[in-house]
T-cell receptor, first 113, second 109 residues
């Protein structure tokens, strides 16, 4: 099993550009999450999904969009990139919610200039 | 509001024992996770507590007191590879993880 995979590993964007961060998992997990991690701060939940076709906002959803057309994939879309979106983005998945470990992908480091 | 408090940084010596404390305030509570995160890498699961008391797993143990909103992670026989950040994450009433900023643990020879 590859677990949770993310692409790209690193990207530089210009202000106003758009991009999609890819996330896939092969563990047949129902729940998937997108977090951002800024230096010295805790992980912040952007969006999450409880299954294919179902997504919901987390703590910091502004400027992002997601979709979940399959159980495996959960892409994160950035529209009109801003310097405030410079961060490390982690995708994670879990089998269920209560007491279940979240498994993380390796992360995407994004720099918006 | 929801709040997690853990020390920013701690230093310990190889072979010693260190305790990393975490206090939390959340909207409801459904257990608490500890994750380890090496620099430039993703968080990885260490432990989960939902009932009061101590959970032991090899060199690592985690303690929870629900009434005090308090947990600690105990690392024994410290090794250089234990140099990492340790993230405390209670789960709120909606089963969302609320993440602390983490404690950076520096191990010295």
């Amino acid at each position: 099993n590859a677990g949770v995979t993310q692409t790209p590993k690193f990207r530089i964007l210009k202000i106003g550009q758009s991009m999609t961060l890819q996330c896939a998992q092969d563990m047949n997990h129902n729940y998937m999450y997108w977090y951002r991690q800024d230096p010295g701060m805790g992980l912040k939940l952007i969006y999450y999904s409880v299954g294919a076709g179902i997504t919901d906002k987390g703590e910091v959803p502004n400027g992002y969009n997601v979709s979940r057309s399959t159980t495996e994939d959960f892409p994160l879309r950035l529209e009109l990139a801003a310097p405030s979106q410079t961060s490390v983005y982690f995708c994670a998945s879990s089998y269920s919610l209560e007491g279940e470990t979240q498994y993380f992908g390796p992360g995407t480091r994004l720099l918006v200039l | 509001g929801q709040n997690i408090d853990q020390p920013t940084e701690m230093t310990a010596t190889e072979g010693a024992i260190v305790q990393i404390n975490c206090t939390y305030q959340t909207s409801g509570f459904n257990g608490l996770f500890w994750y380890q995160q090496h620099a430039g890498e993703a968080p990885t699961f260490l432990s989960y507590n939902v009932l009061d008391g101590l959970e032991e797993k090899g060199r690592f143990s985690s303690f929870l007191s629900r009434s005090k909103g308090y947990s600690y992670l105990l690392l024994k026989e410290l090794q250089m590879k234990d140099s990492a950040s340790y993230l405390c994450a209670p789960q709120d009433s909606n089963y969302q993880l609320i993440w602390g900023a983490g404690t950076k643990l520096i191990i010295k020879p």
